[in-house]
């Protein structure tokens, strides 16, 4: 500290001394800064700008379900049938390996290593497991709060060696014990959290809802949300459904920006450093190209970051290129705009002249709708944009057309908002196909999470999530609740009506469809197709065709379900990316998708293949209507049986331009 100087010294004197004292505090104060920065600071800031070059990559033929890095080097990751694979660097990158099988119930959602053998797995029944991989005994369960929890991401805090847990059903950030996982403090007001890290004295949260990257101070109970970094965007330092973060010192902290399908390195300050990665510019692509990367790791010993593409069950390695080299293109891309693809759910309209078709497209926050008639359907108009205003949307999340005659209306399920809205479509099927923005008009809206507190049966120990929505004929709506896993009803007017499910009976639907006076509905968790009537009652599908996994669950995952015309049930299957038709004895028939792994081309965008499908949807005249997400297209089987598609040019089968003579009848045994 200075001190003022003794009055009897000479001015000249007491000018060199100070200038003597500061310059000592200066030099002094500077070691002192390159000390702590070299200690908290694996990355210096002048090398941040230089991330991004692309070191390897690693790819399973069972899709991943979630990473974590290792005590001593390398990283784990768990393959959703609960194979654990811890991978450390011997002569290159990572290929030192050890397998193990862990004996957990459901599909695993996250993972943290707690001691050299012992592992932390959440599920998607909502447990947390503590595995030991060298034991055959069964895991120990830590104890969920009252009300449970949905773990879906886990962390350790590096300043006291507790557990951090992002709790999707309650948008909840956990502080846990590590011994036994007794809870220590919380924060809330989350709408979509995906991933939690800790970087100097506060924890960051990514959080899809709210396309931000959001501090959390200890003894506080709530996000500091009025300091969150980020926002809804395409240019740098704006986020599109964040999907990971990892710091990687007090200051720098790397984030998933999975719809921009990039890497972005913020720091604390809330200015964002550097960015890099390119969507895949050809289906499967990688040496750095990303395709909706999720989680990150960072490995000191390699100086690497792992990054986690779920949809492509892979992981890529990159690091820093030499200062004296040219930057890949990926690294020096900078996004302006938002492009989209379309989601995983869209509906068709059912009007005597069914014309429209709805997509949801959550990069953008909107619904875009398209006049069908054509080989290639045609854009006329979109509505959303994130938001909470009225025809706003954070995470649209499900749609599906009412039964109507006149102007065509369809409903949208707002997660992030946690409310339903009605739009109606002004457009005549006789009008000129052309855009015309404002045809498409909100009708009405309503706060789910409102109603529930006046519905005694609705009400549950969690906040309502709402997911994919039918509506029947009657106009009855049903729109799941994927945070109690069950059904709400409602009529045309958004007035509640009742609820099916709930009490175990559903663990994680994911689709539904009208069918006659009920609902068939999609449970990937327990891979099951049900259907369930108004009164209550529900049947199970036979499936039983399909072949079984050894645990005796089928192999394949539900992830789109309606009724054909004909009385056979249409689904599809996102773990090998299949389509089949299931009559009512059980007999089932594959329609698309590749039957051995012999038949999987390199790019998996065949004319008969399918790559992650989502929803589909059958239209009045029988044609088939799927929803390829993966390889962001649709997919239609006409009544006679052609095949075609529209959507993502580089992701369009060669067959488009030469088409062939063969079609599809029904499906092939």
Same mark, same amino acid.
């Given at each position: 500290? +200075? ?278 510019? +050809? ?110 949307? &954070? ?135 049900? &259907? ?59 329609? +698309? ?14 004319? &008969? ?42 992701? +369009? ?17």
């Amino acid at each position: 500290m +200075l001190r003022r100087l003794p009055a009897k010294l000479l001015p000249e004197t007491g000018f060199l001394i100070l200038v003597f004292l500061i310059s000592g505090l200066v030099l002094s104060t500077g070691s002192s800064l390159a000390l702590v920065q070299k200690s908290t600071d694996p990355i210096p800031v002048e090398e941040l700008e230089r991330w991004g070059q692309f070191r390897g990559e690693q790819k399973w033929s069972i899709p991943p379900a979630a990473i974590c890095g290792l005590q001593n080097g390398g990283y784990a990751v768990i393959l959703i049938d609960g194979t654990l694979e811890l991978r450390r660097s011997g002569e290159s990158f990572f290929d030192s390996v050890q397998r193990f099988s862990l004996k957990i119930p459901g599909q695993p959602t996250c993972l943290l290593q707690l001691t050299e053998n012992r592992f932390l797995v959440g599920t998607d029944r909502g447990q947390l497991l503590s595995c030991d991989v060298n034991s055959e005994s069964s895991p120990m369960e830590w104890a969920p709060p009252s009300g449970g929890w949905k773990p879906v991401a886990l962390a350790h805090r590096s300043s006291n060696s507790q557990v951090l847990l992002v709790d999707q059903r309650h948008g909840q950030i956990w502080e846990l014990d590590s011994e036994k996982g007794n809870p220590l403090q919380s924060w809330t007001g989350f709408i979509d959290p995906t991933d939690v890290t800790e970087a100097g004295n506060s924890i960051y949260v990514t959080d899809r809802g709210w396309q931000r990257l959001i501090p959390c101070v200890d003894g506080e109970k709530s996000g500091r949300f009025e300091e969150a970094l980020g926002d809804h965007g395409a240019s740098p330092g704006l986020l599109a459904g964040p999907g990971g973060c990892a710091a990687i010192s007090g200051r720098w902290i790397f984030v998933s920006d999975t719809e921009n399908h990039r890497v972005q390195i913020f720091g604390t300050h809330g200015i964002a450093l550097h960015h890099w990665g390119l969507h895949a510019l +050809l289906p499967r692509e990688s040496s750095g190209r990303l395709h909706y990367p999720t989680g990150l790791v960072y490995d000191a010993e390699s100086r690497v970051v792992i990054v986690l593409e779920v949809s492509e069950s892979r992981v890529q390695y990159f690091g820093a290129r030499d200062a004296e080299s040219r930057p890949d293109p990926a690294e020096l891309w900078a996004r302006v705009d938002l492009i989209s693809h379309y989601g995983k759910h869209w509906a068709l309209d059912r009007g005597p002249d069914g014309f429209l078709l709805a997509v949801l497209e959550p990069d953008s926050e909107r619904v875009v709708v398209l006049d069908r008639r054509s080989e290639t359907p045609v854009e006329i108009d979109d509505v959303g944009g994130h938001g909470s205003k009225a025809a706003l949307f &954070r995470t649209p999340s499900g749609i599906d057309f009412l039964n109507r005659s006149g102007f065509q209306r369809f409903v949208v399920a707002d997660r992030g908002n946690r409310r339903l809205q009605m739009f109606e479509v002004r457009r005549r099927p006789e009008a000129r196909v052309i855009r015309e923005s404002w045809i498409t008009a909100l009708v009405r809206s309503v706060d789910l999470g409102d109603l529930a507190k006046t519905i005694p049966e609705w009400k549950s120990p969690a906040p309502l999530r709402p997911g994919a929505l039918a509506c029947l004929d009657s106009g009855t709506i049903g729109v799941i609740d994927e945070s109690s896993a069950r059904v709400l009803l409602l009529n045309d007017r958004f007035q509640p009506m009742g609820v099916l499910g709930g009490s175990g009976s559903l663990e994680r639907p994911v689709a539904i469809a009208a069918d006659g006076d009920g609902f068939l509905i999609a449970d990937a968790g327990t891979r099951q197709i049900l &259907r369930w009537g108004l009164d209550g009652s529900s049947k199970q599908i036979d499936l039983s065709a399909v072949r079984q996994q050894p645990d005796g669950k089928m192999e394949a995952i539900p992830a789109g379900v309606a009724r054909h015309p004909d009385g056979t049930v249409i689904w599809t299957d996102a773990l090998k990316g299949r389509l089949f038709r299931t009559d009512s004895s059980g007999r089932t028939l594959q329609i +698309l998708g590749s039957k051995s792994p012999e038949e999987v081309s390199g790019t998996r965008t065949g004319e &008969r293949e399918l790559f992650n499908p989502g929803s589909l949807q059958i239209a009045g005249d029988g044609s088939m209507w799927v929803v390829d997400f993966g390889n962001h297209r649709g997919v239609v089987i006409e009544k006679n049986g052609k095949i075609r598609h529209f959507g993502s040019g580089s992701y +369009l089968p060669a067959a488009q331009s030469e088409p062939k003579p063969e079609s599809v009848q029904g499906g092939e045994s």
